[in-house]
């Protein structure tokens, strides 16, 4: 039954007053646009009640599905206690619960918790606080960040600065300072088989950068195991810690930025637990409030907390603080998340949901005409598409993806595209008919799309 909403009211204000982010709103206004109005389990509804399986977990966030009714009963709970209270010089109860359950992340090692209310802001914290502690302890030469090709950390002037995303952030080049980039290492695998994998080389220009530069540099910051926003590009397991050794070698700070990877994205709470590797900084955002709220954290070490101490006068403050950060209500959810999240891991059921995602993706994907690579790590997918002959390629402003993910609504899926990639990041707890769906109906958006666009490619 059609829900009974104003579509064309709602339709007329987006097109006269919003401007989407991230978006070409030439594109956006010249396409069909979709009007979400529910959320139930792993599906979106839209104003005139079709169901589209989330296959983007609305921007990577979503672990338990829409309109979970545990979590929204703690929401509902908090809301009855208190809605915000800020965290600058006080304190409120669900905050410090959830920094202690946060701590139990790295079995206390990273025992200090700085809560924001985004990704960008969480890895925003993680940078000053590396620079400030270099300062504090007499090291201020320690300046200098190095970070991985292809990085993504964010949108902000420092997060940007430390990224490698030319599409997103060569026009701010000019306002950005510089971060030392080392290679990424290649690998590739889907369903558990590894396709290709080299990381000899990423590792020993590390080492170089180190040896040379290390006196003048004060951290690392890495995505660990899939950088989301390069295209769900791998590294092989064991990596991680290799490259924690030689931070800790070159006494270089070591920032993972798992604001992607964490809470089940990798079938573990974080990757950083996966590899046995503790960071001196873990940011935390997207999952964290289970896709319901904006929040983030960046937890740290106790002597990174102490070198902070001192009189007023002495200057050690950190003096950094959101409105909303560490906001009661996606406190209370992020607890009430990770409650469900932990015997959902142990279960098994996000490694098997992983393997069947992995599977299907192989099974539909493999020999695909227009598919020229695709890879899979937990509930991380992603295929990239060609022209049949692969010495052509499409011209930009023909779409690939964002054709197929157009297509794909009609397939009952919502889907990013990313360039002429398709990425596949749906909520943690989706089921296993629901995995089938998404990469069946991405499939026929593929087939119906893809074929006709070939008259288009150029050598
Ligand atoms: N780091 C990573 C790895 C991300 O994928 C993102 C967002 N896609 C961010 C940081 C920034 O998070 P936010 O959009 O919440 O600022």
Known sequence: MPLAYPITDLDASDCKHAWHPFTQMKEYLGNPRLHLVKGEGSWLIDAEGNRYLDGNASVWTNVHGHNDPDL???LKAQLDQVAHVTLLGLNHRVAAELAEDLASLTNGVLPRCFFTDNGSNAIEV???LSFQYWQ??????????????????????????????????????????????FSAPVHVECAGQVQTSEAQASLQELEKILQNESKHVACLILEPRVQGAAGMRQQPAGFLKSVAALCQRYQVHLILDEVFTGFGRLGSLTATEQEEVVPDFLCLAKGLAAGYL????TLTKESIFEAFQGDFSEGKTFFHGHTFSGNPLGCAVARASLKKLRPMIRSGQLTESASLLGREIDRNFSSHPQVSGYRQLGLTAAIDFSPADRRRHWPVDLRAGY????????????IRPLADSLLFVPPIAIKPEEIRHLVQAARSAVDEVLPKLEIHSLS
Do not use: C
């Open 126 to 128: 993680a940078l000053k």
């Open 294 to 297: 904006p929040l983030a954290a």
């Open 403 to 414: 054709q197929v993910s157009l297509a794909a609504r009609k397939y009952g899926l919502i």
């Open 136 to 181: 504090l302890i007499g090291q201020k030469e320690k300046r200098g960040v190095i970070s991985m090709r292809g990085a993504y950390h964010g949108d902000t002037f420092g997060t940007m600065s430390v990224g490698d995303s030319s599409g997103f952030h060569q026009r701010f080049a000019p306002w950005l300072f510089n971060a030392k980039i």
């Open 72 to 74: 929204n009963a703690a």
